[in-house]
C-alpha cells in the first residue's frame, strides 16, 4: 500500500543543478523518516541524505555542502535539490522511508529516477 514515486531525474553537464521529487502516499508522512539513497552502475546502494520525521537532516561527506534535502509535509513530498553535479554523482536515486518513526528501518522504497551528468 505505501508507494513512493520519484520524479526529477536527468541527463545534466557537470555543474548543472536538479530537483528531485518523492511523493510518498500511503504512510502517515508526518510521523515517517525520509531520505534519499544511490546505487551508481558496479556499486551498491549509498545512503545520501535524510530528513527525520522530527526535523533533524543528515548527509553523506560526499554531498554536503551541494546537497539539500527538504520536506514538505503538506504534499506529502520530500525533495532532494543538486547543485554542482560531479560525474561520480551519476546514479539510481531512491527515495526511502522509514514509517512509525524508523520504528522498522528503512522499510518503503521508489522505484528510483536516475541522474547522469556528463562532463
Known amino acids: 500500500q505505501v508507494q513512493l514515486v520519484e520524479s526529477g531525474g536527468g541527463l545534466v553537464q557537470a555543474g548543472g543543478s536538479l530537483r528531485l521529487s518523492c511523493v510518498a502516499s500511503?504512510?502517515?508522512?508526518?510521523?515517517?523518516?525520509m531520505g534519499w539513497f544511490r546505487q551508481a552502475p558496479g556499486k551498491e546502494r549509498e545512503f545520501v541524505a535524510s530528513?527525520?520525521?522530527?526535523?533533524?537532516?543528515a548527509y553523506a561527506d560526499s554531498v554536503k555542502g551541494r546537497f539539500t534535502i527538504s520536506r514538505e509535509n503538506a504534499r506529502n513530498t520530500i525533495y532532494l535539490q543538486v547543485v554542482s553535479l560531479k560525474p561520480e554523482d551519476t546514479a539510481v536515486y531512491y527515495c526511502?522511508?522509514?514509517?512509525?518513526?524508523?520504528?522498522?528501518?528503512?522499510?518503503?522504497w521508489g522505484q528510483g529516477t536516475l541522474v547522469t551528468v556528463s562532463s
Open positions: 526511502a522511508g522509514a514509517t512509525s518513526g524508523g520504528l522498522f528501518g528503512w522499510n518503503a
Open positions: 500511503g504512510l502517515t508522512f508526518s510521523n515517517a523518516n
Open positions: 530528513f527525520t520525521w522530527s526535523g533533524m537532516t
